[in-house]
């Protein structure tokens, strides 16, 4: 059973064009909220458990198993 790559591990396996695929200048900030200032400091979660969950919740609502 193949159980294909983590967020993290294949966005280091990807190789962008000279530039990226989006340019920076082209986007625009919409504001979810209060803002970071809001948020308590010693609170932080970790790069590794954001790509599970985000790796996790992409096979949750793609239907995989």
């Avoid at 990226?20 to 970071?36: A, D, F, M, R, V």
């Avoid at 948020?39 to 096979?59: F, I, K």
């Amino acid at each position: 059973m193949n159980r294909g790559y983590s967020v993290t591990q294949r966005t280091k396996n990807v190789k962008q064009p000279r530039g990226g695929y989006i340019n920076p200048k082209e986007l625009q900030t919409e504001s979810l909220g209060p803002g970071i200032e809001t948020l308590n400091p010693a609170e932080n979660v970790s790069p590794n458990l954001v790509g599970l969950a985000v790796d996790y919740l992409t096979r949750f609502m793609s239907g995989a198993s």
